[in-house]
């Protein structure tokens, strides 16, 4: 259904009681989430809670995007953070820290902050050693 509004159903969360159901629904695109999307996506989910037996048990149903709280999901939404810092966790348990400067097919390059008066090198990160990445809010 996400995809019939170009869009992918990048996580979603199922909480409240048994009678007082609550579904949030967090999706993603290329070009950003829009309240369009969102509306359309959830018009259409209602439509067919007439029909569906779990959608219609659910008491309420939220789409939204993910928010910079939620982590990267797909490699192709690390391009619409090129420019801002990510927290990235890799396979072998430790976390890169830095600006996303680049995003190829197959990895992505961060800029550690410099703690140092010398320039932090780039650092290449396969998307295959990525476990997870979020976007960390910085204030300057």
């Known amino acids: 259904m996400c995809a019939e509004h170009n869009c992918t159903l990048v996580d979603f969360a199922l909480r409240g009681t048994e009678h007082r159901l609550i579904l949030d629904l967090f999706i993603d695109n290329r070009q950003g989430v ?6 359309s996506v959830h018009r259409a989910l209602l439509e ?8 219609s048990d659910v ?12 982590p990267l999901t797909f490699n192709w939404q690390y391009d619409k953070h090129v420019g ?22 197959n990895d992505i390059v961060l800029v550690p902050s410099a703690k140092r008066k010398a320039p932090a090198e780039p650092r290449r990160i396969p998307f295959d050693l990525i476990t997870s990445s979020t976007v960390e809010i910085v204030f300057r």
């Open 48 to 55: 067919e809670a007439e029909t569906d037996k779990f959608l």
């Open 59 to 70: 008491y309420t149903l939220d789409v939204s995007s993910p928010g910079v709280d939620r």
């Open 84 to 105: 801002r810092t990510l927290a990235v966790h890799c396979a072998d348990d430790h976390v890169e820290t830095g600006v996303l400067t680049e995003v190829t097919e």
């Open 34 to 39: 829009t309240l369009d999307n969102c509306s």
